[in-house]
Nanobody
Framework: QVQLVESGGGSVQAGGSLRLSCQAS???????MGWFRQAPGKEREFVAV????????YYADSVKGRFTISRDNAKNTVYLQMNSLKPEDTAVYYC????????????????WGQGTQATVSS
């Protein structure tokens, strides 16, 4: 009943920017929406989260000051503006619907998108 579709990934040079989008469909009763990323051989890690109601945001230390998460409630869409990209940011980025739980852990989320690839070259 819930589907999340990420878009906006691509390949950029270090220092460049990408803007990811996650459009949600279905009955979204989540409290928050999060972005996670996973690089080859690594665990899926928390990137950013935003609450639907108040727009409160939290970021992983690794992206703080460079990434900005936002949402458009009318469009059921969340965004991740990624600036000053580094090669270490290369990963598949996933959005997910969060419910009562731990926002910085995958356990706090129920539905996930298929992911979009972001590649940052040196």
């Amino acid at each position: 009943q819930v589907q999340l579709v990420e878009s906006g990934g691509g390949s950029v040079q270090a220092g460049g920017s990408l803007r990811l989008s996650c459009q949600a469909s279905g009955l979204i009763f989540s409290s928050y929406m999060g972005w996670f990323r996973q690089a080859p051989g690594k665990e899926r890690e928390f990137v950013a989260v935003i609450t639907w109601s108040g727009g409160s945001t939290y970021y992983a230390d690794s992206v703080k000051g460079r990434f900005t998460i936002s949402r458009d409630n009318a469009k059921n869409t969340v965004y991740l503006q990624m600036n000053s990209l580094k090669p270490e940011d290369t990963a598949v980025y996933y959005c997910a619907t969060g419910y009562e739980g731990t926002y910085y852990d995958t356990s706090g989320y129920k539905y996930w998108g298929q992911g979009t690839q972001a590649t940052v070259s040196s």
